[in-house]
Nanobody, 117 residues
Framework: QVQLVESGGGLVQPGGSLRLSCAAS????????MGWYRQAPGKQRELVAH???????NYADSVRGRFTISRESAKDTVYLQMNSLKPEDTALYYC???????????WGQGTQVTVSS
């Protein structure tokens, strides 16, 4: 059993910042990669940011330069620092982790981010 617990979502004004956290626990000995997807109402889920064991990261074009993903391997935790938030960033943000042994993907329950004045 693997659990991913997210935190840090909320309501913020345009131009503001939020930091999301996601901690993995349970039967996942080695994590190859962690990251974040988001899904807005009526839209498809999209990859926001991804970071691998080698600290290689990539971002969606829509967030590059505004969002920063980082990983604390010792704690199996990933963070998403979101700056200069826009109303179009409003979505349910999901954390995921990819097992380094089975390559299975595990998901968090999602945390809501709302950008509105």
């Amino acid at each position: 059993q693997v659990q991913l617990v997210e935190s840090g979502g909320g309501l913020v004004q345009p131009g503001g910042s939020l930091r999301l956290s996601c901690a993995a626990s349970g039967s996942i000995a080695i994590i190859y990669a962690m990251g974040w997807y988001r899904q807005a109402p009526g839209k498809q889920r999209e990859l926001v940011a991804h970071v691998t064991t080698g600290v290689h990261s990539n971002y969606a074009d829509s967030v590059r330069g505004r969002f920063t993903i980082s990983r604390e391997s010792a704690k199996d935790t990933v963070y998403l620092q979101m700056n200069s938030l826009k109303p179009e960033d409003t979505a349910l943000y999901y954390c995921y982790a990819v097992s380094g042994t089975s390559m299975d993907t595990y998901w968090g329950q999602g945390t809501q981010v709302t950008v509105s004045s």
